[in-house]
Structure formats: structure tokens, C-alpha cells
């Protein structure tokens, strides 16, 4: 999938400024920002709900807004199945084989009896986390190859969490699909996504292999007798201040700033394990960042 400079204006308002990446197949995808930066409507235009204002998205060299017959490659979950509630899992079933011609039916109960769900005359009657599971294993019977969740794990059970999450995975290297994630859960991201892309007020603030994105900074813990000096803290990702010990993130191998710091003489220094949330807080953490 290319997605090619897509644009999107609502009632005149920028939503989403010039998005520009490609998705190879096998690839899961996180895509994370604060609430509001746009990562739903991302989302919806991927999918060809929402019609970019500019730009366009390609599956094998084709505009899926000319070609419409290539959306059945793609299949967004929504965060609420709202819409869906007053029909039954036999009315979704036929509706789902109608839009989706590889729709697998054996699959999906093989998927439901794993996961201990019944047929029900209304998803709206099936608990939040079974509602949940439900249209996450409906997608993948659909056979699409692109599978676009939008906070997939809201109100999953730890368990049901794992497995679902396994499920994933297994899915992702099994058929070569690929997998766009929008997730708060950043501790669950890092577990299965090889690439994130930081969406900030719209546009594309940053995108990383994951490993790659590690390997850039490092997250280390230092205290000082006093304050720490002004100088390096206007240097400094300071993620987190507790007493006199400050948690922060500096460039891996900036030379000159690991002297600084060791100039300025700290109680004590120690490298810690660096999670994608200290790099979210560092890149979108500002007041007013949305
Ligand atoms: N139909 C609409 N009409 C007006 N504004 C909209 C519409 N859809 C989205 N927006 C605005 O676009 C911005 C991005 O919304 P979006 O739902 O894509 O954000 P998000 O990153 O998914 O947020 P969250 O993490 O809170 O779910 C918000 O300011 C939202 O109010």
C-alpha cells in the first residue's frame, strides 16, 4: 500500500497535512499521537470511508478511490461496533461475505469456539470485550490483505489480551498480511509492531523502524548534589524529575554531551531499558503538542 501525499480538510480545517509512507506486506504498524492529532481519520482514509481532500492511496499501483473493487483488500475495525449492535452474527456473516468475496465462515467459527464465543441474534447483547473480539476475528476471515484497527484492545480481559495480540502475530507472518495499528496501549504496541509512525497535529512527525528508533537514543537516570546545571537541562529530554533524580533521554553517542554531563559531575548515572513510551513522552509530550 502507497500512501501518497493524502491531505484531509473537515468543515475547512487541516485534519491531516501531507501523509507520505508505504506499508509492505508482513509489516504491523503502530501509528500513535496524542488524541486529537488525527490517527481515526488516518485510519478512515486509508480504508476509502473518508476521501482525502489531496493526495491518494494505492494498492499495486491502483487509486483505490478509482478502483473501488480494491477496498475489499482492506478492512478497518472501529473502536465502537455501535453501528453494528441489532444485527445478528449470521446477519454480519452474510452482509461481511457480500463486501468481502474470500470471506471465510469455517475460519471464523474455528476463531469464535477459541475464543469461547456463541452465534448471537445481537452483537450489541455480547459484552464490550466480546464485541471487541468479535470484530477483531471477523477481519481476519474477511482475507484482506491490509487490516486497519482502531484501539483494538479496549476492553479485552488480560488473557483474551495475549491471546488476541498471539493471534496477531501469527496471522501477520502466516498470510503476509499487514496489520495498522492506532493504539494508546504503547507497552502492547512494542510488542508486536516493527515500525511506528508519530502522528503530531495531523502530519507525520516522525517514522521509525523500531529497533532503529531504540538504537537512536538511550534513557538514563542521574542525580546531582543541587539542581542540574541550567546549561544541560536545556540540553536534555528530561522524561521524568523525582527528588534530585531526573530520568532523561539523550542522541546515543553525542559525545560531547555525555562529557557535559560528566563535567557537571552527578551523584550517580545509570543506563535504563528505553521504552516507546519515554520516546513518545519526549516527542509529543508538550503542553499544547496535540
Ligand atoms: N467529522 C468531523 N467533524 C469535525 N471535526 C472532526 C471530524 N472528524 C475528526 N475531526 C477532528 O479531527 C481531529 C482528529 O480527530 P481523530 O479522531 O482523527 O483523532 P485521534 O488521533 O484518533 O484521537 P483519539 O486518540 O482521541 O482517538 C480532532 O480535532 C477532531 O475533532
Same mark, same amino acid.
Given at each position: ?6 491531505? @484531509? ?5 487541516p ?19 496524542r488524541?486529537?492529532?488525527? @490517527? ?11 476521501t ?9 499501483g ?7 473493487e480494491?477496498?475489499?483488500q +482492506? ?5 465502537s461496533? !455501535?453501528?453494528? @449492535?441489532?444485527?445478528?452474527t449470521?446477519?454480519?456473516i ?8 474470500e ?16 452465534q ?34 479496549d476492553?479485552?480481559?488480560?488473557i ?10 501469527e496471522?501477520?507472518s502466516?498470510?503476509?498480511?499487514a496489520?495498522?495499528?492506532s ?11 516493527? !515500525?511506528?509512525?508519530?502522528?503530531k ?6 517514522h ?12 538514563i ?15 536534555l529530554?528530561?522524561?521524568? @524529575?523525582?527528588?534530585k533524580?531526573?530520568?532523561?533521554? +539523550? ?9 557535559? +554531563? ?29
Amino acid at each position: 500500500m502507497r500512501v501518497q501525499h493524502i491531505s @484531509k480538510h473537515i468543515h475547512h480545517k487541516p485534519i491531516l497535512v501531507d501523509i507520505d509512507f508505504s506499508v509492505e506486506p508482513g509489516s504491523i504498524i503502530g501509528i500513535v499521537g496524542r488524541n486529537g492529532s488525527g @490517527k481515526t481519520t488516518l485510519l478512515r482514509s486509508l480504508a476509502g470511508i473518508l476521501t482525502p481532500t489531496r493526495g491518494s492511496v494505492y494498492i499495486d499501483g491502483l487509486d483505490i478511490f478509482k478502483h473501488p473493487e480494491i477496498k475489499k483488500q +482492506i478492512i478497518f475495525v472501529p473502536d465502537s461496533t !455501535e453501528a453494528l @449492535k441489532n444485527y445478528s452474527t449470521k446477519e454480519l456473516i452474510y452482509l461481511y461475505k457480500n463486501i468481502y468475496p474470500e470471506f471465510d465462515t469455517s475460519y471464523l467459527f474455528s476463531l469464535m469456539k477459541r475464543f469461547k464465543l456463541s452465534q448471537i441474534s445481537k452483537i450489541g447483547n455480547y459484552s464490550k470485550g466480546q464485541k471487541a473480539l468479535f470484530t477483531l476475528i471477523t477481519a481476519f476471515a474477511t482475507g484482506a490483505s491490509y487490516i486497519l484497527l482502531d484501539e483494538p484492545t479496549d476492553g479485552l480481559d488480560v488473557i483474551v489480551k495475549k491471546q488476541v495480540l498471539q493471534l496477531l502475530v501469527e496471522e501477520v507472518s502466516d498470510r503476509r498480511l499487514a496489520v495498522l495499528i492506532s493504539s494508546h496501549r504503547l507497552d502492547e504496541l512494542e510488542f508486536m509492531v516493527n !515500525e511506528v509512525i508519530f502522528i503530531k497535529k495531523g502530519k507525520v512527525d516522525s517514522h521509525y523502524e523500531l529497533d532503529t528508533m531504540k538504537n537512536q537514543y538511550k534513557k538514563i537516570q542521574l542525580a546531582f548534589a543541587g539542581k542540574m546545571p541550567e546549561t544541560l537541562e536545556n540540553e536534555l529530554e528530561v522524561l521524568d @524529575k523525582t527528588g534530585k533524580v531526573y530520568t532523561v533521554l +539523550i542522541p546515543r553517542g553525542s559525545r560531547p554531551l555525555e562529557e557535559k +554531563i560528566s563535567d557537571s559531575r552527578p551523584l550517580f548515572y545509570e543506563e535504563l531499558p528505553m521504552s516507546l513510551e519515554d520516546y513518545f513522552v519526549a516527542k509529543l509530550g508538550g503542553p499544547d503538542d496535540v
